[in-house]
């Protein structure tokens, strides 16, 4: 059974920082991997999908890596600003329909 | 090109009330997935529907049902409505169930 993991639950930074946010899966059997962010009470917003043949994929200030071999993957975030406050899930898709399996969520405060 | 659309945003029912929940899927998707999150949990997987058929479904009870069209939006049907069914719904849209998932804003419902 596939599980995902979100280490840490909450991170409070000042702005300008570099941060990185982890992702680890028990069953490395995976396809793809999504990094999704979420304002309160909001959507889920894609913010990079890896594919499993890629071991990374950026778009702008983010970084995304992927490790399958060893269960894991990060999300690196540069130069983080205010406007990066979020929860940031990963997630994972199994089974024969491709259902998500999410992690609890990494929520990001960024201070001014 | 359409996003993934959501109806209504917010709810109130009573506990035994019935409740449907409404999701478009974004323009060339043919598969709807739903989601279910509790406040301050990942996303759980309720059920999948890939042209016009259920095409998988988490642990959740039969009084949990759904339906998708022709032109592939979607319905989450609850009936006998409890207090722990309090939550965002969320539906996303894919083509064929595999590949990258773009998400709705969410119903959140909440059950007196």
């Known amino acids: 059974k596939q599980e995902v993991t979100q280490i840490p639950a909450a991170l409070s930074v000042p702005e300008g920082e570099n941060l990185v946010l982890n992702c680890s899966f028990t069953?490395?059997?995976?396809?793809?991997l999504q990094w999704f962010r979420q304002d309160p009470g909001k959507g889920l917003t894609s913010l990079l999908l890896?594919?499993?043949?890629?071991r990374e994929q950026t778009s702008g200030r983010l970084n995304a890596s992927l490790d399958k071999s060893s269960g894991r993957s990060t999300l690196y975030i540069a130069a983080s600003q205010p406007g990066d406050s979020a929860t940031y899930l990963c997630?994972?898709?199994?089974?024969?329909?491709?259902?998500?399996?999410f992690g609890q969520g990494t929520t990001l405060q960024v201070k001014p | 090109e359409t996003g993934v659309t959501q109806s209504p945003t917010h709810l109130i029912k009573t506990r035994g009330q019935q409740v449907t929940l409404r999701c478009s899927s974004q323009?060339?998707?043919?598969?709807v997935s739903w989601y279910q999150q509790a406040l301050g949990q990942g996303p759980q997987f309720i059920f999948q529907?890939?042209?016009?058929?259920?095409?998988g479904r988490g642990n959740f009870p039969p009084r949990f049902s759904g339906l998708q069209f022709p032109n592939y939006s979607s319905e989450l049907n609850v009936n006998a409505l409890e207090l722990d069914d309090s939550a965002l719904y969320l539906c996303?849209?894919?083509?064929?169930?595999?590949?990258?998932?773009?998400f709705g804003p969410g119903t959140r419902l909440t059950v007196t």
């Open positions: 069953d490395s059997a995976i396809y793809n």
């Open positions: 996303a849209s894919s083509l064929d169930g595999f590949y990258e998932q773009y």
């Open positions: 997630a994972v898709p199994s089974g024969n329909t491709g259902k998500l399996i």
């Open positions: 323009s060339g998707h043919n598969t």
């Open positions: 529907y890939y042209r016009e058929e259920e095409n």
């Open positions: 890896i594919q499993s043949s890629q």
